[in-house]
């Protein structure tokens, strides 16, 4: 087995799409009378629901830099460029798809919901940004790091300046990707913050990987430091607050969801890469590995991609817990078993992106 391969990536892969699933099913669904804080399953399922899109997003910078960053030692890095970028045009164009209203524009009915941005347009145009800053930085290694850091910490510390954002003079396909005015579920901003500390994850892999001692090192350090993020992030902004005189800071701490996810995502991290011996099974590895098949199938099934009609528009927020729950088990063994044995969702674009390009050259 190559000593390189990062097996816990495709693990927590898995996780987040199975989290994202079940979350999607259960909230689409579950009827709203059960919808209680004051229930303790609801508030544990509703938190862990939250960890889904964090763990995502970083997982896919990950991923995708420390993919792009050896491919320089390789000489494949303009093969790895090339892939990315055909891959965040692809993801954009998916995202949009699934949310083509078909049969409406057959009878002559048009609006504008269908730009808003949601998961895939997000990681798509970030996994463009994250090509282009890798070549602003000249491939170098370091320079990537220290850039993707400190943006990453940008967008997270600036949060409370964009957080109601409007741009009512931007056309609105631009403006849905940096605002929620319109109905946007993702922007780039704060989310693109995940996707650049992922990235800066993926230098210390790609650098420290081979020292006898990184996986001790950096399990606990993600332990540590995550929970340092969970417990203690509130407290030390309102600190910082207080003594440099700063207000943004405390702006953060009054609504500190960003770095309190992220914490939740090293704590993740740590846990899987510490286990990965023991979670490196083709079942799990499979399923990390079939991520966007198994978004694009979820998403048509639930919401009606392309027809209007899904378990959202027949079912609707009509079932108990009971019948959520078991309901959400069954969806994510159904789409798991398409996206194993039907679904080419990724050798199908890929292969039609392909063509467009060629074509577009001649």
Not at 177 to 189: D, E, P, R, T
Not at 225 to 237: D, E, K, R
Not at 256 to 265: A, E, K, M, P, S
Not at 271 to 289: D, N, S, V
């Amino acid at each position: 087995m190559n000593s390189n391969r990062l097996y816990f990536i495709d693990a927590v892969r898995a996780f987040a799409i199975l989290m994202m699933l079940q979350g999607h099913f259960i909230d689409t669904l579950l009827e709203v009378s059960y919808r209680d804080q004051s229930y303790l399953a609801y508030r544990v399922w509703e938190y862990f629901r939250g960890i889904t899109a964090p763990t995502f997003f970083t997982i896919s910078g990950l991923i995708f830099s420390y993919l792009l960053i050896r491919a320089k030692e390789r000489g494949s890095t303009k093969i790895r460029i090339k892939k990315g970028l055909s891959r965040g045009l692809m993801l954009i164009g998916i995202g949009y798809l699934l949310r083509a209203p078909i049969l409406d524009w057959l009878f002559g009915h048009f609006n504008t919901y269908f730009m808003v941005v949601d998961v895939l347009q997000c990681i798509g145009l970030s996994l463009i940004l994250v090509v282009g800053i890798y070549k602003l930085t000249f491939k170098n290694t370091l320079a990537f790091s220290i850039t993707m850091l400190l943006i990453g910490l940008a967008i997270f510390i600036t949060e409370p300046l964009y957080r109601t954002l409007e741009l009512p003079n931007v056309p609105v396909f631009f403006s849905n990707y940096l605002s929620k005015a319109n109905g946007s579920v993702f922007n780039m901003i704060p989310w693109f913050g995940y996707v650049a500390l992922g990235a800066f994850i993926s230098t210390l892999f790609y650098k420290y990987l081979e020292r006898p001692k990184f996986k001790a090192c950096i399990v606990s350090s993600f332990f540590v430091v995550g929970l340092l993020l969970i417990l203690y992030s509130s407290q030390a902004f309102i600190a910082i607050s207080d003594f440099f005189h700063i207000s943004i800071f405390k702006a953060i701490a009054n609504y500190n969801y960003l770095f309190i996810r992220f914490g939740n995502v090293l704590v993740i991290f740590s846990i899987f890469y510490l286990a990965e011996t023991y979670i490196k099974r083709p079942l799990i590895l499979r399923i990390g590995q079939k991520t966007l098949s198994i978004y694009v199938i979820h998403f048509i099934i639930i919401y009606g991609s392309f027809t209007g009609i899904g378990l959202h528009q027949l079912i609707g927020k009509s079932l108990n817990p009971y019948q959520a729950v078991l309901g959400a088990l069954l969806f994510l063994s159904t789409v798991c078993f398409i996206s194993f044995y039907y679904a080419k969702t990724n050798a199908f674009v890929y292969s039609n992106i392909q063509k467009l390009m060629q074509r577009i050259k001649k």
